[in-house]
């Protein structure tokens, strides 16, 4: 199994531009989560989708955020406009179902940086 | 609501010595707890997992053992490596409703040779 794909793996962007981060989860899995990581908040979840549908978006910092999961094997987070304070590192996970004991299969994440 | 409570890092050690990361929880219900650790530059992989009180996780060395009464999951291995060196998280997902995880801060793990 090729685990969960993510691209790019480092993006440098300037503010004000649109960012796109793509993820592919583990073919057969359902559930698909978007994290975000940095070293003054941690982990944190922004959405999540089952079936290819949002079900939690709370997580989301701002409008300029919005994700989207147009079939079950591809997903995009897009941040439009961007800025410097968006700079982390965004996961993308997976599991085969939302209910099934938590595990999680973390993508290698893609570092962002906002200038 | 539900949380998971770390102790803050740096934990330093060197090779072969015993380790101990202490994880405490508060959650309604039966939670399921994890461990996940994060190799530099990677993403988070589970360690190991219990889903029921007085279960003990164990994996790669490392054990943990879901203790509902002092609401804790202590991560310990007995003789760490210098390829131990990474983050570790501890999280929960509540059983009830959608699994959500959730995560402690993490700890980060020095050894040295």
């Known amino acids: 199994d090729a685990g969960v794909i993510q691209s790019p793996r480092h993006e440098v962007t300037e503010m004000g531009q649109e960012v796109t981060l793509r993820c592919k989860p583990i073919s057969g899995h359902n559930s698909l989560f978007w994290y975000r990581q940095t070293m003054m908040r941690g982990l944190e979840l922004l959405i999540y989708?089952?079936?290819?549908?949002?079900?939690?978006d709370s997580g989301m910092p701002e409008d300029r955020f919005s994700a989207k999961m147009p079939n079950a094997s591809f997903s995009t987070l897009k941040i439009q406009p961007s800025e410097p304070r968006d700079s982390a590192v965004y996961f993308c996970?997976?599991?085969?179902?939302?209910?099934?004991?938590?595990?999680?299969?973390f993508g290698p994440g893609t570092r962002l940086t906002v200038l | 609501g539900n949380s998971v409570t770390q102790m803050e890092g740096p934990v330093t050690l060197s090779e072969e010595a015993f380790l101990t990361i202490n994880c405490t929880y508060t959650a309604t219900g039966y939670p399921s707890l994890f461990w996940y650790v994060q190799y530099p530059g990677e993403g988070l992989q589970l360690l190991l997992k219990a889903t029921k009180a007085d279960d003990k996780g164990s994996n790669k060395g490392f054990e943990a053992t879901y203790r509902k009464e002092t609401t804790s999951f202590h991560l310990e291995k007995g003789s760490v490596q210098v390829s131990d060196s990474a983050v570790y998280f501890c999280?929960?997902?509540?059983?009830?409703?959608?699994?959500?995880?959730?995560f402690g801060t993490g700890t980060r793990l020095l050894v040295s040779p």
């Open positions: 989708f089952n079936n290819n549908v949002p079900i939690d």
């Open positions: 996970a997976s599991n085969r179902l939302a209910g099934e004991s938590g595990e999680q299969f």
């Open positions: 999280a929960l997902t509540p059983n009830t409703g959608f699994q959500k995880l959730v």
